[in-house]
């Protein structure tokens, strides 16, 4: 009862501070009855605190100190001269060790005003605040922050030492190693020694107690992250997907994969995972597969990648056909031109199909490729290097998906255009050179072309000292 009264009594010390009278600026932010930072009572006592201020308040607790339990009790009243403040109390008994904290009384709608004092209880068969299974807890050490082992303790005047597994004191030295009985060990500046088991360790009565922490640092570099299919997926309804996400990040990071895709909501697909290790990395698999898809199922998948603060994303689309099938049509219509000496030609017709049909080529009724080494096929096209004039004839594509059943043909024409060419490299005659005048001659001209040119003759008249010169133009 003495740790009640003693409360209390700087309870009634607070409100003889504080008058009733609400002029400008009082209780900004609220009051506790308690002028101290910190109180120290013994477990299974009772804890009393009261709160005062100008709005409606609220408690925030320690981790350990449920809100909602048998031994915490919140009593929230109107008090003051004209009752126009808020006061609470907070009663909590017994109070037991796990309940060591910061107890802090804000406003409700103002969360950054608030008052706050640390209360110490005292176990000494629990000196530590957390009780550890036979396994570790894990603290962080990330880059650019302090490192901290969190053995808070039930009284400030713990002697608590660090200690690196199996036998390696650590000293407080105040600049770089800090001991806090609120926080416990923080280390401002680790380094790769803190890497490793370590162990808060403290003797009451005889008895030696410890909180173990096993450091781990995090690595949040993501290298690479790709799908198995990066372009557009086409399927068939009924068909099953499997989509595979495969990330490479470096040694020791810790990611988490995530997708998002048209039918989530439904769990229509189920997710395995897997990890492997490189010599230089760590190789990271989430599977997505769908079953038996249906026309819902078709859309976008994303896989979303993150490790600590480091985030990555790819994606595909998935295009669901009702039924496998083949649309076979003319581009530029039946009859298409090239040009004799064209380094190359692409016969292609409008072509769309799934799946992936067969294709052949046929030239005059023959396998193309068969006929000339300058034919080959290239997907669904059929390309003609050095386009010369034998080339012209009538062409063929045979396409089919057998499994299916499904088969389709397009025939076309090639024109192979050649520029008119006149087979004398001048003009002939029966004999060449002077002829009389008057005489009647006749000149032959050879030409060919595709398609046929149009032969015109040209003459101008003779030099005043010459005879007759004709030429062709």
Excluded at 172 to 192: E, H, K, L, M, V
Excluded at 269 to 290: D, E, G, H, P, W
Excluded at 392 to 421: E, M, R, S
Aim: charged share 20%; with cysteine; proline share 7%.
């Amino acid at each position: 009862m003495f740790c009640i009264l003693f409360v209390m009594i700087f309870g009634l010390s607070g409100r003889v501070l504080t008058k009733d009278t609400d002029t400008k600026g009082r209780f900004s932010s609220p009051v506790l009855d308690v002028t101290e930072k910190q109180l120290i009572i013994e477990r299974n006592q009772t804890l009393q605190l009261n709160c005062r201020g100008r709005w409606e308040l609220q408690w925030v607790l320690p981790s350990g100190t449920p809100k909602v339990h048998h031994g915490t009790q919140i009593e929230e009243t109107r008090c003051g001269k004209k009752n126009n403040q808020y006061c609470s109390r907070l009663m909590l008994s017994p109070a037991l060790a796990q309940h060591t904290g910061s107890y802090r009384c804000r406003y409700r709608q103002k969360h950054r005003k608030q008052a706050s004092v640390y209360v110490y209880i005292t176990d000494s068969q629990r000196p530590f605040v957390k009780v550890q299974s036979e396994i570790p807890d894990v603290v962080y050490m990330k880059e650019g922050e302090p490192l901290v082992f969190p053995c808070r303790v039930t009284n400030p005047d713990a002697k608590v030492s660090l200690v690196k597994f199996p036998f390696h004191p650590i000293a407080p030295d105040y600049r770089n190693i800090i001991w806090n009985s609120r926080q416990g060990f923080t280390i401002r500046s680790p380094t790769f020694f803190y890497i490793g088991l370590f162990s808060c360790e403290t003797i009451v009565n005889g008895v030696k107690y410890s909180n173990k922490f096993l450091t781990h640092r995090p690595v949040n570099k993501i290298l690479d992250v790709y799908l198995n299919s990066t372009g557009l997926v086409h399927t068939l309804q009924g068909q099953m997907l499997a989509l595979n996400c495969t990330v490479t990040a470096e040694w020791n990071a810790r990611v988490s994969i995530s997708w998002t895709y048209p039918q989530k909501a439904n769990g229509s697909a189920t997710i395995i995972r897997r990890i492997s290790r490189s010599r230089t990395n760590m190789l990271f698999y989430s599977v997505l597969t769908i079953p038996r898809l249906s026309k819902a199922d078709r859309g976008l998948y994303k896989c979303h990648v993150t490790s600590g603060p480091s985030k990555r994303e790819t994606n595909t689309t998935v295009i669901v056909y009702d039924q496998p099938f083949i649309r076979l049509k003319h581009r530029d219509g039946p009859v298409v031109h090239a040009s004799a000496g064209q380094k190359s030609f692409r016969l292609t017709p409008k072509l769309k199909a799934f799946p992936e049909p067969e294709v052949i080529w046929l030239k005059d009724g023959m396998v193309a490729a068969e006929q000339c080494s300058r034919y080959h096929v290239d997907r669904f096209s059929l390309v003609i290097r050095d386009v010369a004039e034998e080339d012209a004839g009538i062409y063929t594509i045979h396409t089919g998906i057998q499994q299916y059943g499904l088969f389709q043909n397009l025939t076309l024409t090639l024109v192979v255009n050649v520029k008119p060419q006149i087979g004398e490299k001048a003009v002939s005659s029966q004999q060449p050179g002077t002829v009389q005048r008057g005489s009647r001659q006749a000149l032959h001209c050879t030409s060919h072309g595709v398609p046929p040119p149009q032969i015109q003759w040209l003459w101008h008249p003779c030099p005043p000292k010459g005879l007759s010169p004709a030429r062709l133009a």
